[in-house]
């Protein structure tokens, strides 16, 4: 009785494609958006603007000896958004997206709370996905248009005004 061994050869084969692509260095995919936070409040409203032309770097942090490296770069395009691919797994680094430079003249300042995006760069955490999607970041406008106080009333909750 000879059996044949060759279709349980081909579904270890075709079940370790996946490993063997990581292994050969398919890149990490990033994408995210940058906007000009019209109202200066911190966060996304219907008011923000999305930046066309900002620029975005991906820069690693090595754990052990603290140097940092800038491990791609990319511009936004329409609606604000930047996709950028990096090579190589980036293991226990600490890699982040973070903000270089807004076109817009009156919307330059990074804001504090929202200049930088944790981004994921390891096959070792479980993540079956190269895609990954790196929060938002955004830039404060020089002053908030006109209006804005009546948003923030939009925004908060059960007309507590005393936040104003």
């Known amino acids: 009785m000879a059996r044949s061994y060759a279709p349980l050869l081909a579904v270890m084969c075709v079940s370790l494609l996946p490993f063997a692509a990581m292994a050969a260095g398919t890149p990490f995919h990033i994408e995210g958006c940058v906007y000009c936070d019209t109202c200066r409040f911190g966060f996304e409203t219907i008011a923000t603007k999305y930046i066309t032309e900002a620029?975005?770097?991906?820069?690693?942090?090595?754990s052990?000896?603290?140097k940092s490296e800038?491990?791609?770069e990319a511009v936004t395009g329409r609606r604000g958004r930047?996709?950028?691919?990096v090579n190589g797994d980036r293991q226990d680094q600490q890699c982040l997206a973070v903000l270089v430079k807004s076109p817009i003249s009156n919307c330059q300042f990074p804001d504090?709370?929202?200049?930088?995006?944790?981004?994921?760069l390891?096959?070792?955490?479980?993540?079956?996905?190269?895609?990954?999607?790196?929060?938002?970041?955004?830039f404060f406008r020089d002053q908030p248009l006109r209006g804005c106080a009546t948003l923030r009333k939009?925004?908060?909750?059960?007309?507590?005004?005393?936040?104003i």
């Open 82 to 85: 930047y996709r950028v691919a």
């Open 70 to 72: 800038v491990v791609g």
């Open 154 to 163: 939009h925004y908060l909750a059960d007309g507590d005004y005393r936040a």
């Open 55 to 62: 620029k975005v770097k991906i820069m690693c942090k090595d």
């Open 64 to 66: 052990v000896t603290l």
């Open 112 to 120: 504090p709370g929202r200049n930088t995006a944790t981004v994921i």
């Open 122 to 138: 390891t096959s070792s955490n479980g993540a079956a996905s190269t895609h990954h999607f790196a929060n938002a970041m955004g």
